[in-house]
C-alpha cells in the first residue's frame, strides 16, 4: 500500500533534520533569483541564520502578487536552458502567473502523484482515465506522469465530450478517473440518462475546485465510488502536493518536500494546530521555481490528530478564500481580471455584476455589463458584434467560457463603500 513507507511516515527528530537540512538548500537557491536576493539582504537573513523549523518565522512572505510582478521569467532560479516545460495560472490582471520546472522537478512531481494514488490503493493493474485539461493547467499533465509511474494503464481523455468519455469508462474497464467534482457530477447524470452504472468505475480523485461533504456522498451514490480529494497549485508544483489516505480525515500534506504553516490573514501572526486561517506553504525540493512562505489564500487548518495510516502534517478540507479569488470549473477567476477586460474595450461602460450559479452541478458564469449610452442605442446587429467581442476577450483572458448580458447604461447597481460585484449562487461550494 506505500510507495515509499520511509519518507511518508518520517517523524520527530528525523523530519525535521531533512525539513531544515532542505529549507536552507531552498533559501540559498532563492538567492538566484532577484527578488529573494534584495528580501533576504534587506532582511540579513542568510541560510546557516535558520537552526530549528520554527526559524521559518524569520523569512519572509511571498504573494502572488509579487510572482507577477517577476512576468514571465523574473522567478527562474535555473538557466532557461534548465527549463524544460513552463505551466501558468491564472492573475489578477491580464498577465498570468508563470510556472517552469526542471527535469528534477517533474520527476519529484509525478513521484508525489505516484504517492497520493498508491496510498489509496490503485496499482499498476488499474485503468485510469484522466477527465482534466492537458493544456497550462497542471492537473492534466500531473496526474498523468504520476499515474504512468505507477505503471497504470492511462487514458488522456482530457475534458468535455462526456457521451464519449461514458463509452470509454464502459469499453476499457476504467477503474480510476481524476476530475473536477462539479464535472463529475454531470457525468453521473449523463451516465445515468445513457443507462449505464459503471461497473467498473471503482475510485474518483477529485479538486481544482472547493467541494463539501454532501457533494461526495451523493458523488459516492451516483457513481458507485470512493471519492478522494486532492489539493494544490501550480505555484507549488500542482495538484498532489496534498492528498486524503483511506481515512478520509484531511489530507495529507508531503512533510518531506513542504513545510505549512496558518496565518491570521489579516495579522499574518503564525496560527497553532486546529485554528482556522491562510494556508501558508514552503515548497523543499523545488529547484527552477523555489518558494518562501507562499501565501496560498486557501483557508484552512494544521490537524494534530494522529493518523492510523501513519502519516503525518495534515490539513483540513477548504473552507475558503481570504482574497476574491473565485474557482469556476477548476479555472482560477478574478474579479480584476474581469475588469481589466471590460475596461479596455471601448465600448463597454463603468459598471458589471458577475453572478456565478451551479447549472446542472457545473458553475456557470454570467456577466451583466453596461454599454456606453451612444453605443447602447444602436442598431442591433452591432450590439450583438460588440457582445461577441467581450466574449472573445474575456475568453483570451480567463481561458473560460462565459455569458454575457449587454445592459443599459444605469441600471446596474451602485455602491457607496466598496463594490460587490459577484454574486456567488453556489450554495454548496464548500
Given at each position: 500500500m506505500f510507495w515509499d513507507k520511509e519518507k511518508e511516515t518520517l517523524s520527530g527528530d528525523s523530519l525535521e533534520k531533512l525539513q531544515l537540512k532542505r529549507l536552507k538548500w531552498t533559501i540559498k537557491q532563492t538567492e538566484n533569483i532577484p527578488f529573494y536576493k534584495k528580501l533576504l539582504n534587506e532582511s540579513k537573513i542568510k541560510p546557516d541564520d535558520i537552526r530549528k523549523k520554527e526559524?521559518?518565522?524569520?523569512?519572509?512572505?511571498?504573494?502572488?502578487?509579487?510572482?507577477?510582478?517577476?512576468?514571465p521569467f523574473g522567478f527562474f532560479a535555473v538557466p532557461k536552458r534548465e527549463i524544460v516545460r513552463i505551466h501558468t495560472t491564472s492573475g489578477t490582471t491580464g498577465k498570468p502567473t508563470v510556472v517552469g520546472y526542471t527535469r528534477k522537478d517533474l520527476d519529484n512531481w509525478s513521484e508525489l502523484i505516484a504517492r497520493n494514488m498508491t496510498m489509496i490503493g490503485l496499482?499498476?493493474?488499474?485503468?485510469?482515465?484522466n477527465a482534466v485539461n492537458y493544456g497550462l493547467f497542471t492537473g492534466g499533465l500531473g496526474f498523468h506522469y504520476g499515474a504512468e509511474k505507477i505503471g497504470m494503464t492511462v487514458i488522456p481523455s482530457g475534458t468535455g465530450n462526456t457521451k464519449r468519455q461514458i463509452e470509454m469508462i464502459d469499453d476499457f474497464g476504467v477503474t480510476a478517473m481524476h476530475c473536477t467534482p462539479s464535472y463529475a457530477m454531470h457525468l453521473s447524470e449523463v451516465a445515468e440518462s445513457m443507462g449505464t452504472d459503471l461497473p467498473t468505475f471503482k475510485t474518483g480523485m477529485f479538486g481544482a475546485e472547493p467541494w463539501s461533504e454532501n457533494m461526495r456522498r451523493t458523488l459516492e451514490e451516483k457513481l458507485g465510488v470512493t471519492a478522494y480529494d486532492s489539493y494544490g497549485m501550480s505555484e507549488i508544483y500542482g495538484p498532489g502536493a496534498a492528498f486524503e489516505c483511506p481515512e478520509r480525515n484531511g489530507l495529507h500534506f508531503w512533510h518531506d518536500c513542504y513545510i505549512i504553516e496558518i496565518i491570521d490573514p489579516e495579522t499574518c501572526e503564525v496560527l497553532e494546530p486546529g485554528q482556522k486561517g491562510e494556508l501558508v506553504v514552503t515548497p523543499l525540493v523545488k529547484e527552477a521555481m523555489p518558494l518562501l512562505r507562499y501565501r496560498t489564500g486557501d483557508i484552512t487548518m494544521i490537524l494534530d490528530d494522529e493518523c492510523p495510516c501513519g502519516r503525518g502534517a495534515k490539513i483540513a478540507r477548504l473552507t475558503g478564500r481570504s482574497d476574491d479569488m473565485l474557482v469556476i470549473r477548476?479555472?482560477?477567476?478574478?474579479?480584476?481580471?474581469?475588469?481589466?477586460?471590460?475596461?479596455?474595450?471601448?465600448?463597454?461602460?463603468?459598471?458589471?455584476?458577475?453572478?456565478?450559479?451551479?447549472?446542472?452541478?457545473?458553475?456557470?458564469?454570467?456577466?451583466?455589463?453596461?454599454?456606453?449610452?451612444?453605443?447602447?442605442?444602436?442598431?442591433?446587429?452591432?450590439?450583438?458584434?460588440i457582445q461577441r467581442k467581450i466574449i472573445h476577450s474575456l475568453k483570451e483572458i480567463l481561458n473560460l467560457r462565459t455569458k454575457v448580458s449587454l445592459v443599459e447604461p444605469g441600471s446596474l447597481p451602485r455602491f457607496e463603500g466598496k463594490a460587490k460585484r459577484v454574486i456567488d449562487n453556489r450554495g454548496d461550494k464548500f
Open positions: 526559524d521559518i518565522q524569520k523569512l519572509p512572505f511571498t504573494k502572488k502578487s509579487d510572482l507577477q510582478g517577476g512576468y496499482t499498476a493493474d488499474d485503468t485510469f482515465q477548476g479555472i482560477n477567476v478574478f474579479p480584476s481580471q474581469i475588469e481589466h477586460v471590460l475596461r479596455s474595450i471601448p465600448e463597454v461602460g463603468d459598471q458589471f455584476m458577475v453572478y456565478v450559479d451551479r447549472i446542472n452541478h457545473l458553475d456557470e458564469m454570467t456577466i451583466d455589463v453596461e454599454i456606453k449610452k451612444e453605443f447602447f442605442k444602436g442598431e442591433l446587429c452591432d450590439l450583438e458584434k
